[in-house]
């Protein structure tokens, strides 16, 4: 059975006085303070239960399907995230939706983590042993990672905060992106030696080893192709080895492709190496609603017609029109504006989808299948499609029901196969923007696109992204937007 720990109030009332000044020297009457909190296993594990808690935030979860609405993958009617001023090409340092909120929300999230490890590292009662806090601190600096690979990638060089910031020294400036890399992978490295050497399956819902290999796997493949998109062999290397002891690691594909997204072929999926955990009724999400009757995220018919004859992702991923499971069938009280709506993630047992829909599926953020992918892209570029590399795709390839790589393949045409098979194995879990941006092709594919009914605008500039104007603002001078938008 699923399990999830619901978050106490209280919990997030310390870490909000924990960012806060003491300039008031009095205990609080109404809630619990730091000094009266950190006191018992409970109380670490509540926060600890706080931190994994804030990955249920859509833009670290549930929402992240919407991340394809800015590629040639979907359209979204309904602006999620500032999507259509993306795709527009109309960014800038005043915009919302994921230019600011991305931003705002790691920080955020780094936040806790950063008071938490620090109250973990000060604790000095008899109520966590060694190798708990030592746990404790791999599992937050994983989360940790998480969030600074993702400010590293958007936006590059980014404000480094190690620990919790004070009314004194909140405005902190920026560092160079090839320091937040080098935080990220240390960050990481830390997780991998701290974490259990177990399954997934096994964490009851907490980050293992392989969690963070998993994590380091992908922060590898995205750095390894620099500011240009020309491999670095060094970085590619690193990347394989990983992708080769988490080949080792007793993971595997599913039978299914759809089992890995449904609510109950989740739990002890042979997959899935880390999701973010839902539980209905107090933990619920409204994920088939948005994506089986608003159709927050269209894929378009472009994306549709890239799937290979035969190919069983295509109708797993992806309906026409109307939503049907087994004969059963729900049609979407909002426009169906490409003719195509999202299936991946739906829940075909709660259909008819509506406001009263609680969804419970977890959200999969590492599989095994992108372990794959990655090892036989690594391969390849440092040794051409070799029998490995051949042998790794046509795993997902069997899965899908097509046919093996021919073994005549070069390494070129290997390049494209394997870009391919990762837009239609990974579409709409957030993997797209992010690899289009990695390989440098952003604007050469995103310029061409001619059926997203908005018109596609891509520069160079937007590789990286803007600092949010509130926080330059904020800062007083110590925060410097990045170059191209000042």
Not at 368 to 373: D, P, R, S
Not at 410 to 417: D, S, V, Y
Request: with cysteine; glycine share 8%.
């Amino acid at each position: 059975m699923k399990r999830y720990v619901v978050i106490a109030a209280t919990c997030f009332a310390v870490f909000i006085q924990g960012c806060s000044s003491d300039f008031l020297n009095r205990e609080p009457l109404d809630r619990l303070s730091s000094g009266q909190f950190w006191q018992t296993k409970q109380d670490f594990d509540m926060a600890l239960t706080a931190i994994y808690g804030n990955l249920q935030n859509p833009m670290f979860s549930v929402g992240t399907p919407d991340w394809d609405l800015i590629t040639d993958n979907g359209y979204g009617q309904h602006n999620s995230n500032g999507s259509q001023a993306i795709v527009r090409g109309d960014i800038f340092a005043s915009s919302g939706g994921y230019i600011s909120a991305l931003y705002t929300n790691c920080y955020s999230g780094i936040a806790r983590i950063n008071i938490f490890l620090a109250q973990v590292a000060n604790y000095q009662g008899t109520a966590i042993d060694e190798s708990t806090r030592a746990v404790y601190e791999a599992e937050a600096r994983f989360m940790r990672a998480y969030y600074y690979y993702l400010l590293y990638a958007c936006y590059g060089d980014v404000p480094l905060i190690r620990e919790p910031l004070t009314l004194a020294n909140q405005a902190q400036p920026k560092v160079a992106a090839e320091e937040i890399l080098t935080f990220v992978l240390q960050e990481v490295d830390a997780a991998i030696t701290g974490l259990p050497d177990v399954l997934y399956s096994a964490g009851k819902g907490h980050a293992v080893k392989s969690s963070a290999q998993a994590l380091k796997l992908r922060v590898l493949m995205f750095a390894a192709y620099g500011d240009d998109g020309t491999p670095d062999r060094s970085l590619l290397t690193q990347a394989k080895s990983v992708a080769e002891q988490l080949l080792q690691a007793g993971y595997r594909l599913a039978d299914t492709f759809e089992s890995v997204f449904r609510d109950h072929t989740q739990e002890g999926n042979p997959e899935i190496m880390f999701s973010v955990k839902f539980l209905a009724p107090d933990n619920a999400t409204s994920m088939d609603q948005w994506y089986g009757d608003w159709l927050v995220a269209s894929p378009l018919q472009s994306f549709f017609q890239a799937f290979e004859a035969g190919d069983k992702r295509r109708d797993q991923t992806v309906f026409v029109g109307q939503v049907e499971f087994d004969g059963n069938i729900h049609r979407p009280s909002n426009n169906v504006p490409t003719g195509y709506g999202l299936k991946k993630f739906l829940t075909p047992e709660l259909m008819p989808y509506g406001y009263s829909t609680q969804s419970q599926q977890d959200w999969v953020m590492f599989r095994f299948a992108e372990v794959l992918l990655s090892f036989a892209e690594a391969e390849n570029e440092l040794s051409g499609p070799t029998v490995a590399a051949r042998d790794a795709i046509d795993a997902i390839r069997s899965r899908a029901g097509l046919g093996e790589v021919p073994q005549t393949i070069g390494t070129e045409q290997f390049r494209q196969l394997i870009r391919k098979e990762r837009r239609m194995e990974m579409a709409f879990e957030g993997i797209r923007y992010f690899d289009l941006k990695r390989w440098h092709i952003a604007g050469e594919v995103l310029n061409q696109v001619t059926d997203g009914i908005l018109t596609y605008k891509f520069e160079d500039k937007f590789y990286k992204w803007p600092i949010p104007q509130t926080e330059i603002d904020k800062s007083q001078g110590v925060l410097i937007q990045n170059e191209d938008y000042q």
